[in-house]
């Protein structure tokens, strides 16, 4: 069945199907997130909310939906509705199209009429925005708008200022300069889809006129594709790690038999020019914080010499976890994702040979695996699929691989030297753990969406549920930075607790996997316990809400030195500690307040 | 193509679409006979015969049709 969320798309069956293929996604044995999307339409969205079902539930996200009443998207907006109100969205999606669009320029106007009518539209949907955010304060994402697939003007149409096709391009900049000023405010590139899908097919007037769609049915799978990428990335469902084979994926011809000068990577002949553009692609992938890792059947030395082809892209250092070796391929997969303490099912799998797909696939690690068919169709098949879609860029998606190097680093380091503390010691660690900061506030919203094994709670909250915290005076909130000789780490975790009386009641409590062991949780618990005692609280109320992936945290609030109160029959527990007494545990890290 | 091809082959879409085996549909059926088979599910239908047929429908044929039996009509009208 992944098959046909893959892209390219099984249309037919996506739409011929979609009751039965629901069932199957709702029959899976996964823990789905549940989240409310209200759909905010200028024209029907049926259909595309189907659609969007059916591939949010692929990502394990369980959608409710709302649905404005047919082209009442502004009206939902602008003058408030019950049922809306009740509903309270977590994402909220504005489908428009052109059409929406009140007044387009005609060749009797002027410039300055054209200009005063783009200042009248933006403003339409300005206003529209502001009260979305002021009222709901979730994220939203809307269209940009798509160009009608006729031209009044012929060419001119779009470089006139009387042209629609130019309004239109403007009337998008206008929504981008929006959307770079509000966090939270996703634009859906429909423009590209349409182009992509092929305008005069996309905007099939049938489909409108009959049915008051903006678009025909065959393209609706890729729209709702589109829109499940945005909020799968919302909620931290990105993959993160991109992991490839090499002979035939990343280069041409077998290193192994044709040597080093035989393989097929460079500006020489288009066989290798395809190469090389993949290459980049994949270079580019790690510039946005997506980790790369080697898994090929091959000797080390030769897979190496490949990757230092001089005429190749990629180089050994490109890559977190090289696995060059004879040993079955899912074996490896799951080598390289305890080495890198990351999840396997963020793991996307390159590779050209069918077979090693397949074997891959019965593993059933949840991996994603595109299918790779022809080297021209590479880069696209990875592109199109929206494994990495960038929602957020933080300073720390661009660092994290140095980070993950500084990993490997440690670890040589820890085996040379004698104790584990001393190897601590030897870190220079330095911590600064304080109250939110603004800085902070979209880094902390990704860890509570993206962390997964070290946490306690799960609470997922977006960047507007972090300010209400910061801002409430009955919330105690902290994040913590670890910094150590080779390099930052950046915000890596994060404690929230709600005062109730002398009580203090923990609603989050995470950590980067990428500082475990280290003490951090240690330093973080000192420094709450400081801070809940000056605040007068006389004990801390931990909670842990078990899920298929933070096993790994089940007994750490009694290794922290917590008293169980109790536990339910699903394995939810309740812990106490008490300040008075408390002990510092004092861990080898320099803390900065 | 014969014509009870034809409507075999809209029955199984039929089933497909409302994902249901064990309906029977014959040319007298219409939209009010089969759960779920509303406006929007219309389009869905249309749209697959299409694909399973390798046709294209005019606008002004998909409003007129009335019931399953000159859906079939219209079908036939094309393929051959």
Redesign the interface.
């Given at each position: 069945m992944d098959d046909i969320f893959q892209y390219p798309f099984d249309n037919?069956t996506l739409?011929?199907?979609?009751?039965?293929l629901k069932?199957e996604l709702l029959g899976r044995d996964i823990k789905f997130i549940e989240k409310r999307i209200a759909v905010l339409g200028g024209s029907?969205t049926?259909?595309i909310v189907d659609q969007l079902e059916l591939f949010l539930l692929n990502n394990g996200i369980k959608p409710v939906f709302y649905q404005s009443e047919y082209a009442q998207y502004w009206q939902d907006a602008m003058f408030g509705n019950e049922e809306l109100d009740a509903f309270n969205p977590d994402v909220i999606y504005i489908h428009t199209s052109w059409r929406n669009i009140t007044s387009l320029p005609t060749t009797s106007n002027t410039v300055e009429e054209v200009n005063e009518m783009l200042g009248t539209e933006c403003q339409h949907f300005t206003v529209m925005w502001d009260k979305l955010i002021e009222k709901f304060g979730c994220p939203i994402i809307q269209d940009n708008f798509d160009r009608p697939a006729w031209r009044l003007l012929g060419n001119s149409d779009i470089s006139d200022y009387r042209g629609k096709s130019n309004f239109i391009f403007r009337l998008n900049e206008k929504l981008y300069e929006y959307a770079q000023a509000h966090k939270g405010f996703y634009v859906n590139d429909v423009d590209y889809l349409a182009a992509s899908f092929g305008l005069e097919k996309w905007s099939n007037p049938?489909?409108w006129?009959?049915?008051k769609?903006s678009l025909c049915?065959?393209a609706v799978p890729y729209l709702a594709k589109s829109i499940s990428d945005i909020v799968k990335s919302i909620y931290g469902k990105n993959k993160k790690v991109l992991v490839c084979d090499l002979d035939n994926t990343l280069w041409g011809g077998v290193v192994g038999d044709d040597g080093v000068e035989g393989i097929q990577v460079g500006p020489e002949v288009p066989m290798g020019q395809v190469y090389s553009e993949f290459q980049k692609y994949i270079k580019e992938l790690k510039s946005i914080g997506v980790l790369l890792a080697v898994n090929s059947k091959n000797d080390e030395e030769n897979a190496i010499a490949g990757l230092n082809h001089p005429d190749g892209v990629l180089k050994p250092d490109d890559f977190v976890s090289i696995k060059a070796n004879w040993e079955n391929k899912d074996r490896n997969m799951q080598a390289i994702a305890s080495e890198l303490n990351l999840g396997i099912d963020s793991f996307v799998f390159a590779d050209d040979n069918p077979t090693e797909r397949e074997i891959m696939k019965q593993a059933n690690f949840g991996v994603a695996i595109p299918v790779m068919d022809r080297v021209e169709n590479y880069l696209q098949t990875i592109d199109r699929n929206g494994y990495f879609e960038i929602t957020s860029l933080s300073s720390d998606d661009l660092s994290r691989v140095e980070m993950y190097k500084a990993n490997t680093q440690r670890k040589q380091l820890e085996q040379s030297l004698g104790s584990y503390d001393d190897f601590l010691k030897s870190l220079d660690m330095k911590a600064t753990i304080r109250g939110f900061e603004p800085i902070y506030i979209q880094r902390i919203a990704q860890l509570t969406n993206k962390s997964n094994q070290f946490n306690l709670t799960t609470l997922r909250c977006s960047e507007g549920d972090i300010t209400r915290m910061q801002e409430s005076p009955d919330y105690l909130c902290l994040y913590g930075k670890l910094e150590d000789k080779f390099g930052d780490n950046g915000v890596v975790s994060v404690v929230v607790g709600e005062r109730i009386e002398k009580e203090l009641h923990m609603r989050l409590w995470l950590m980067s996997c990428r500082v475990l062991k280290r003490g951090m949780e240690d330093a973080m618990l000192d420094t709450l316990v400081s801070d809940a005692i000056s605040d007068g609280m006389e004990c801390i109320i931990g909670y842990y809400y078990p899920t298929p992936k933070n096993n790994m945290v089940k007994d750490f609030y009694e290794r922290m030195g917590f008293d169980q109160v109790n536990i339910d029959s699903n394995g939810n527990s309740t812990w106490r500690l008490k300040l008075d007494g408390y002990q510092p545990k004092n861990p080898s890290i320099m803390i900065n307040r | 193509m014969e014509r009870k091809d034809v409507l075999n082959k809209v029955q199984e879409i039929i089933r497909d679409v409302f994902d249901d085996e064990s309906l029977v549909i014959t040319d007298e059926t219409v939209a009010a006979d089969v759960d779920g088979w509303d406006s929007l599910m219309h389009i869905i239908l249309i749209g697959t015969i299409e694909d399973e047929f390798d046709i294209k429908f005019a606008m002004k044929d998909v409003v007129g049709v009335k019931n399953v039996g000159q859906l079939v009509d219209l079908i036939k009208e094309q393929v051959d």
């Open positions: 037919k739409l011929r199907k979609k009751l039965k069932k029907t049926n259909e049938l489909f006129h009959m049915y769609y049915l065959d | -």
